[in-house]
């Protein structure tokens, strides 16, 4: 499988392959890394928020709107910091 591999780039894990850092059915950041590349892997951001290289296979390149990508690469926010809102639904 061929991805385009920018910083920009993003990848659906099909499969997890038995990676405790995968996980299926979610969206990782895909670093360039060519030789990787040449290899039959690819280089992603897993769960340990480190990159690491994994078999191509189990990745489908996504393409994302400007704004998610903008979203997904800013830095990551505690949810326990955060204030929780009351949604109000309309009657």
């Keep these: 499988m061929t ?3 920018s910083s920009r780039s993003f990848a659906l894990c099909v499969e997890d392959g ?3 850092d995968l996980e299926a059915r979610k969206v990782y950041q895909v670093l360039p890394d060519r030789e990787a590349a040449r290899e039959g892997y690819i280089r992603v ?3 340990s928020r480190e990159d690491y290289i994994y078999p ?3 990745f489908v390149p996504v393409r ?3 704004a998610v990508v903008r979203r997904l690469r800013g830095p990551v926010r505690s949810r326990s910091g955060a204030t ?3 949604i109000r639904r309309a009657r």
């Design 3 to 5: 991805l385009q591999q």
């Design 45 to 47: 951001v897993d769960e």
């Design 84 to 86: 929780r809102r009351t």
């Design 64 to 66: 994302l709107p400007a």
């Design 56 to 58: 191509s296979d189990l």
């Design 18 to 20: 038995g990676m405790e």
